[in-house]
């Protein structure tokens, strides 16, 4: 009944306002009961009570009236604490407009009276908002040489957010190296430690389409107002700002606002904010303020670690010699070791067996290998354009830029020896060049192994990478 009741409300209110407000202010909603003539509904924190009464207190009024009746009324049910486990959630009862509020009610019963909704307890402001997944901690966080100074700065910051000089904190480095865990961790360690403060973490994704959505809807002011009204400010990916001169500006006048009155900002990015290509240099600059920290590749100790804790917690044991294996097998990136686990015990549950060293080289197997079983053309491109940091699409170009040649030189000798293609196979591959291109490239390379040591130990560096695939 009240949920029918709200769902009509809502249709009226949708018509009314742009659909981004609609999205933010109410969806969020949920109608908790028709008593008496009036409806409850519960809003996710006090911030978001005060805005609703704000804003649009006359569009609530107005869609409650068509539905209810002159009389009909409305009363908030604000969450104060979203609870645990443990707890349930701790919410007051407010009445709509001002019209003095009722009790303040636990849900086991205890009532305590409240006189005016700004004379409430401290308030948990956000709820709905804070986007933080509650599993990224520092407790899981395991630290290596890899990540040690942004492990140490972020914590600092977590224990006086805006008080240290390491405002903004610039966290960067490579895909899967823990960017975003850790500045969650962040977050979510100033959640629990000081419930009133506003914490806010968003991809710069989201604030772009966000922003392209006020845009739209003419409503940029509530947009600004909402980030300007953030404690905590966590923005990860921020080269996904690149070339959005718009969103720049916005995001250089949110910021501004934030760090002269103290408040603490966090950001990620793929790369140094020197190499941030495409955006402008006074935002550059100022990200450059505070401290700037990177993640490294975690060596082999940390990534056992990091293997034993994802494992302890989801209570799976495997012996050492399978633990190793891994560690020693998947040194890119934190999220594909952890994928390989997934898979792994996936494999051993489907199959019920145990998982050892024999099942975790037929799952490694299966995610790195090609389809028809042997190394191809593509992965052996992949492997090395990501040894020599250029990209494989070089590979297969026109381009004679030293480095690439050489990476391509080396692609085209792996792919003679490892695979069973033709010389006039593997020119193909390479951007269709011909056979006698990669016979010169084969020469070249074994040259280049007798002649300059450095290189010949890149080649052995690689021959491991690839023969771990051939081998098993
Ligand atoms: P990024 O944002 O840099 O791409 P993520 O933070 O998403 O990387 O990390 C990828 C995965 O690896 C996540 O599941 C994360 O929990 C895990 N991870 C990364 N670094 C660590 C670490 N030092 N200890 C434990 N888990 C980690
Ligand atoms: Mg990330």
Request: charged fraction near 25%; aromatic fraction near 10%; hydrophobic fraction near 35%.
């Amino acid at each position: 009944m009240h949920k029918d009741l709200w769902d009509k409300c809502l249709r009226f209110i949708k018509g009314e306002i742009p659909e981004q407000s609609f999205k933010t202010w109410f969806s969020p909603i949920i109608p908790l009961k028709l008593e008496n003539g009036a409806l409850t509904i519960q809003v996710p924190s006090q911030f978001f009570y005060e805005w609703l009464e704000e804003n649009y207190v006359h569009l609530l009024k107005q869609a409650i009236q068509r539905e209810l009746g002159e009389n009909g009324r409305l009363e908030y049910s604000v969450v104060i604490d979203s609870g645990n486990r443990a707890n349930k959630p701790y919410t007051v009862n407010l009445a709509a407009n001002g019209q003095g509020s009722k009790y303040g009610q636990n849900h086991d019963g205890g009532k305590q009276e409240i006189r005016s909704p700004f004379a409430l307890p401290t308030v948990d402001l956000h709820n709905q908002f804070c986007n933080l997944n509650e599993s990224y901690v520092f407790e899981n966080y395991i630290e290596g040489d890899c990540n040690r100074l942004a492990r140490s700065a972020g914590y600092a910051v977590a224990q006086k957010p805006g008080v240290t000089s390491f405002n903004p904190l610039m966290i960067y480095g490579g895909v899967g190296l823990g960017k975003t865990h850790l500045v969650q961790a962040i977050g979510n360690e100033i959640r629990n430690k000081a419930k009133e403060k506003f914490v806010l973490y968003v991809a710069s994704e989201k604030f772009t389409n966000q922003f392209i959505e006020a845009l739209k809807n003419n409503n940029v002011q509530d947009f600004t107002n909402f980030y300007l009204n953030v404690d905590v400010l966590i923005i990860d990916d921020v080269q996904f700002l690149r070339d959005k001169e718009k969103t720049q500006e916005i995001f250089f006048h949110i910021f501004n606002h934030l760090h002269q009155n103290g408040k603490q900002i966090i950001m990620t990015s793929d790369c140094a904010p020197r190499d941030l290509r495409g955006l402008q240099e006074r935002l550059v600059s100022r990200f450059k303020w505070g401290l700037t920290a990177d993640l490294q590749s975690p060596d082999f100790e940390t990534r056992m670690a990091i293997i034993k804790k994802k494992l302890q917690s989801d209570g799976v044991n495997i012996p050492d010699d399978v633990l190793e294996y891994l560690a020693y097998s998947i040194d890119t990136n934190v999220r594909e070791l952890e994928g390989v686990l997934i898979s792994l015990i996936a494999n051993a549950s489907l199959n019920k067996r145990e998982i050892d060293l024999e099942l975790a080289k037929h799952t490694l197997r299966n995610i790195v290998r090609d389809i028809d079983g042997e190394v191809g053309i593509d992965y052996i491109q992949k492997t090395v354009s990501d040894f020599f940091k250029v990209s494989q699409d070089d590979l297969k170009a026109k381009t004679r830029k030293k480095e690439i040649v050489i990476a391509r030189q080396v692609a085209m000798f792996f792919s003679k020896d490892y695979t069973n293609h033709s010389l006039k196979s593997i020119g193909y591959h390479f951007g269709g060049r011909d056979h006698s291109t990669v016979i010169h490239a084969v020469q070249s390379v074994n040259d280049m192994i007798d002649t300059d040591s450095k290189f010949r130990y890149s080649i052995d560096e690689l021959k491991k990478k690839l023969k771990m695939r051939v081998a098993y």
